[in-house]
């Protein structure tokens, strides 16, 4: 479906740093990483404040899409300075930036695709949309909500449940199934299989 020229810039939204690596927020990052493995590359710094990798995705001899793949160095709710200058540097605009994070109003593992939308509160999601503008492709990963009276903040700077990271490396493989459909795909298409 992509034309082999144009790249597209898929991010993935979490908080730099080992302390973060396995909190819910950081789900984006644990999507991105995998994405890299995939397309054999290497995250190198960036000077736009992201790690950046670009390869193509898809399987040889059929449909494939140069991308780059970014994880912001801000930490979240700073993360539209860092994307913002990484779509200018490599010409990409709004709709082919595909940004994959955390979502507190899906159960734990459901995936939803879509174009534009609110921020929920979702700070990275609020930066992002502040700096580029709301139309841009979302891979919502859904996280529940927190348990009884725990804060919102507490419980997504918190890392997966013993129970939720038994099952995490499957919804991490298949957000990364739904974000390389997208890219490869199209929206819809994406969607009528993913949003389910």
């Known amino acids: 479906m992509t034309s082999g020229t144009e790249p597209w810039l898929v ?9 973060y690596a396995g909190n819910r927020h950081n789900v984006g990052f644990m999507v991105a990483d995998l994405l890299a493995d995939r397309i054999g590359g290497r995250f190198k710094t960036h000077k736009s404040r992201a ?7 898809g399987m040889p001899g059929g449909a494939m899409a140069r991308v780059v793949l970014a ?8 993360s539209g300075g860092p994307v913002s200058a990484l779509a200018g540097f490599y010409k990409v605009p709004l709709e082919r930036i595909v940004v994959v994070h ?17 921020d929920n ?15 841009y492709p979302r891979v919502r990963f859904g996280i529940g909500r927190p348990p009884g009276r725990m804060e919102v903040a507490d419980y997504v700077l918190k890392d997966f449940s013993a129970a939720e ?9 298949r957000a990364a199934d739904a974000t390389e ?16």
């Open 181 to 196: 459909a997208l890219v490869l795909e199209g929206l819809e298409r994406a969607q009528n299989t993913y949003n389910s």
């Open 165 to 173: 990271r038994k099952e995490l490396d499957y919804f991490v493989d």
């Open 11 to 19: 991010v993935g939204l979490g908080n730099p740093g080992p302390g």
């Open 102 to 118: 955390d979502e507190l109003d899906l159960d734990y593992g459901v995936l939803r695709l879509k174009t534009g939308g609110g």
């Open 121 to 135: 509160g979702h700070n990275g999601l609020k930066s992002l949309s502040k700096s580029l503008g709301r139309e």
């Open 51 to 57: 790690m950046v990798v670009e390869g193509r995705l």
């Open 71 to 78: 994880k912001p160095m801000s930490y979240m709710n700073l």
